[in-house]
């Protein structure tokens, strides 16, 4: 596949400079074609046997499609709508308190740091936003004390595009840790083995439809069923108790209706070998074009496929004249920062769009 008939492939392109998959990924005419088309056997018998049994091997099909996209077996994927999704599965089944702690760190999403807040552990906070990426490891790791009962952290850093060094901090910390994969899988490669949990977005970097995701569980057995679903349970007793679904299919929360199904393993199935090689190379030729203009460009080289840099005005308004004029970004609130996602179908002449249309402002 040549870069000119990946990027064909989304017809938003031909209007817009997209920028922003780091929302939401832009979708791919097969992709949408695949969700019309599974979404017409709705008109069928729904509720039938043979229904249910098939939206039971489509969810195992997924599950393995998720599981190569971050190297590890399909046993131990969980379906997700979301990576909130996935970290509040994970936050809520390891049943902290109030004597427990939970590191994490001041560039989180609240998809993360919402289930951190709520689970009623004390949350100590690494400051790594406004340092330099060299420094994260050991502000992180500063933190963890012999109370901390995870470590709850981002691959790739919504706000900056810094990717955290996980491999390094799994190895410095006992506690587990939960990865939010969020900004990573889909957009630099991932092995997510190592880690005991890491979360997966459909509808970003994977271009998939939403809600679509998934949740990695290392050892299924050593998390708490907290909120079951009918999928968390191979039988039941009329009050309630229940014998697990087998290793991860447990934590399932979510009916993921099966266009979504198709939709993301179609998006899946159409990704270029060399997206993560594009992506890296026309994400470094965003920050330079962007320093090279004067912007005060916070991301770092060589990290994720996120470029942020500071907006002396109202990031919301320059965002919005940017959007008028076909270019889509994103403005990060209460930070000052405007944000651009690269991803492998990004053109020079995108860049060019977002180059002049910050200049004209």
Request: charged share 25%.
């Amino acid at each position: 596949m040549t870069f000119e008939e990946a990027r064909a492939a989304f017809p938003v392109l031909a209007r817009y400079a997209y920028m922003n998959a780091g929302s939401v990924g832009p979708m791919a005419r097969q992709t949408y074609d695949a969700v019309a088309d599974a979404e017409r056997e709705e008109l069928g018998p729904r509720g039938s046997h043979p229904a249910f049994e098939r939206i039971i091997e489509q969810r195992d099909g997924l599950r393995e499609v998720v599981a190569g996209q971050i190297g590890v077996d399909a046993e131990n994927v969980s379906l997700a709508t979301s990576t909130s999704e996935g970290c509040r599965v994970v936050v809520a089944g390891l049943g902290l308190g109030p004597e427990d702690e939970i590191v994490t760190t001041d560039a989180e999403h609240f998809g993360l740091l919402g289930p951190v807040h709520a689970s009623g552990a004390r949350v100590r906070v690494a400051r790594v936003r406004n340092r330099p990426a060299a420094q994260a490891l050991d502000a992180i790791v500063a933190e963890v004390g012999p109370r901390t009962r995870l470590v709850a952290i981002s691959h790739v850093l919504w706000i900056t595009g810094h990717v955290l060094p996980i491999e390094a901090l799994n190895e410095a910390v006992s506690a587990p840790l939960l990865v939010d994969g969020a900004q990573s899988v889909g957009a630099i490669p991932v092995n997510a083995e190592p880690f005991d949990f890491y979360t997966v977005s459909g509808q970003k970097w994977l271009c998939g439809p939403s809600p679509t995701g998934g949740l990695y569980v290392r050892d299924p057995d050593r998390l708490r069923v907290a909120a079951p679903s009918y999928f968390a349970q191979r039988s039941h007793q009329g009050d309630g108790s229940f014998v697990p679904s087998d290793a991860a299919r447990r934590f399932d929360r979510s009916w993921i209706p099966a266009a979504y199904i198709a939709g993301l393993e179609a998006a899946i199935a159409a990704v270029p070998d060399w997206r993560f090689e594009r992506s890296r190379e026309v994400t470094e030729r965003c920050r330079e074009r962007l320093v090279e203009e004067g912007y005060d460009v916070v991301t770092e080289p060589g990290h994720g496929n996120l470029v942020s840099w500071r907006w002396e005005g109202d990031t919301k308004e320059v965002v919005q004249r940017l959007y008028e004029e076909g270019v889509v970004v994103r403005d990060l609130p209460g930070t000052g920062l405007i944000r651009a996602s690269c991803g492998y179908w990004t053109s020079d002449e995108d860049i060019d769009r977002l180059v002049r249309g910050l200049v004209e402002d």
